[in-house]
């Protein structure tokens, strides 16, 4: 592997796609001419990603099944990921494209902050996923749908924000909550219910379990926690101090408290 | 036809070095140290914009002296090498002794092919799990490298300054103590350098992830104090 060079008026700039794109691989495309998708053949699909904004920044979080058809091929997918320090991408759709969409997003923004020796604008963050959605056209239109989410903390205007897209690669910044993936109309629905701006970081992170735990108890596809294996949704925080993975511990006792809840109310019959 | 004038191989590589060698010695110097608390890297350099030091990847770090545009081109590319290896083998596969091979090739080859060498000296540093894993690799604008143990530097008055800071080197340094020793070997006896005219950032010893961290001046202060 050599050092790259360009000539001034080839070179790629901050980008890491453009530097790919000029750089020969063998990585082939994930687009092949002529086919449709075949029932034949099943994707892996990521299910119920959310996000929603409270007082101090946004909370990202995501369920961990991953199936393919009626079976469940990964119970512990990771979905919800750190795009970079202060921002956070999680994923629904065709896991494979989706996660290839996120690590190549993850270095995307890391070249940049290199390159240039500071990080893009949450917005400028935000225009590069669109921009990799819309690359991904052909793929999403053979079957291969991947829809994120993306949610961060503006340094600048010192608030949390949240941007939801769509498979052309449409952007479309929220106010206040987000839902993506086969469970969202749960979850959104429940977050709906609950939400304000000024939740604390306590409520908003009840507010995504009972989401993601009713998506679950209503859509097949989305993984409910496992007590069992001890696999939990994934749920962050991003504030001024960045993005936060919670622990699985306190992930954990969130959900025996909401179980507990439904049961002495009756609720879970 | 005109004849070209014979020069013979040692006067045409002496010529390039010399004027290589003038152009690195106008500029400031950096110094490198590696200590129990990482890789401490602190350049003289009233900018805080035009950077001696940066960023390569997870457990690398750069430095450069002489002309900006050009060291700067050498980080750009070596980022670029970096994130290019990381993303199609692992973040793990990217190690700091193939990259200063390349540029090593990179500078060897301008050196002896190009009209004019780069007026540049270059150090790829990186840092292990524990002190052992520490790695240096200075390289010269003639493409020749050496493996620095334990402290480096690079410059113009890189004799003078390496002497003063071999004499209060030792492994066990703590950030603060390598960052005062690399400031006092970097100004010398007969005068002060403060926090506004240093550039400094460090490789922390972490077990995963972006390792590499710039100082802001109050904490440079906080640390020479």
Known sequence: MTLPKFDPSEDPGPSFSGLMGRYPTDHGSIVADGYQQSDAVEITHGTTVVAARYQDGVIIAGDRRATSGNLISHRNMQKVFPADKWSGVAIAGAAGPALEMVKMFQLQLEHYEKVEGRPLSLEGKANQLSQMLRGHLPAAMQGLVVVPLFAGFDRRREVGRLFAYDVTGGRYEEEDYIASGSGSLFARTVIKLGHSDSNTKDEAIDLMIKALFTAADDDSATGGPDSMRGIYPIVASITSDGYAELEEDDIAARFERLLAEFTSRGSAK | ?225
């Open chain 2, 1 to 225: 036809m005109n004849m070209p004038f014979y020069v013979a191989p040692e006067q045409l590589m002496k010529d390039r070095a010399d004027f290589a060698q003038k152009g690195i010695a106008r500029g400031r110097s950096v110094a490198a140290v590696e200590c129990a608390d990482g890789v401490v890297l602190c350049a003289e350099n009233p900018s805080r914009n035009l950077r001696k030091v940066s960023e390569i990847y997870d457990r690398i770090a750069f430095a450069g002296v002489g002309r900006y545009n050009e060291y700067d081109q050498l980080r750009i590319a070596g980022i670029r090498h970096a994130d290019i290896k990381g993303y199609t083998y692992s973040r793990d596969d990217v190690d700091p002794q193939a990259l200063a091979n390349q540029y090593a090739q990179m500078l060897g080859q301008i050196f002896t092919h190009e009209t004019k060498p780069l007026e540049v000296e270059i150090l790829v540093a990186s840092i292990g799990f524990d002190t052992e894993g520490d790695r240096m690799f200075h390289i010269r604008y003639d493409g020749s490298v050496s493996d620095e143990d334990g402290f480096a530097v690079l410059g113009g008055q890189a004799e003078s300054i390496r002497e003063r800071l071999a004499s209060s080197y030792n492994e066990n340094l703590d950030f603060g103590s390598a960052l005062q020793a690399s400031v006092s070997a970097l100004a010398g006896d007969d005068r002060t350098l403060g926090a506004e005219e240093l550039e400094v950032a460090v490789l922390e010893r972490a077990d995963g992830g972006r390792c590499f961290r710039r100082l802001e001046n109050d904490e440079i202060s906080s640390l020479l104090s």
